[in-house]
């Protein structure tokens, strides 16, 4: 019996993934391993001549914080029905959960998110790195579509475009 491991990014896109897992983890009757990757400010190679252990130890704190309150934020105090475990790791999320994820039995489940083409150029996709890496099997869960109208309404208030209440109406 495996292990459902799902990354935890603490942002409400994420949801969607740790819900997903969970009822993954109830369907298999396995464990469910919420998986909290770091990094100290500047990365790992800014991080060689700046920071000192108590800064280290900072920076893990708040990354447990950060998980506790995402799990807290998608669970509440009903968990999800089966075994819960946490874990912080330090280092890039793709390469820690593709890591945390080696058993052939686990199951992987990460979030898409939003891939704009920014975001792209900034940051690489860790679900696409987690499917050409991972040893196990990986399930990958596209945002909420609530998340798409919810980022659509931050883009209308952003650029200040009036409400046409027409779409309002089904």
Do not use: K
């Amino acid at each position: 019996m495996g292990r459902v491991v799902v990354g935890v990014t603490g942002t409400p896109g994420n949801l969607a993934a740790l819900h997903r897992a969970a009822a993954e983890a109830r369907v298999r009757g396995a464990e469910l391993l919420a998986v909290l990757a770091w990094q100290p400010p500047g990365g790992e190679l800014g991080s060689r001549h700046g920071l000192g252990p108590s800064a280290l130890a900072q920076c893990r704190a708040a990354a447990v914080e950060r998980l506790r309150e995402a799990l807290d934020t998608a669970f509440g105090p009903v968990r999800p029905g089966v075994t819960l475990a946490g874990l912080t790791v330090r280092g890039t999320p793709g390469a820690a959960l593709v890591d945390i994820a080696r058993d052939t039995e686990d199951l992987l489940v990460v979030g898409t998110g939003s891939r704009t083409l920014l975001r792209r150029l900034v940051h690489p996709s860790v679900a696409r790195h987690c499917l050409a890496h991972a040893a196990c099997p990986v399930l990958a869960v596209p945002p909420s579509p609530l998340q798409a109208e919810l980022e659509s309404v931050h883009r209308r208030n952003f650029w200040r475009v009036p409400l046409d209440l027409r779409e309002l109406t089904p």
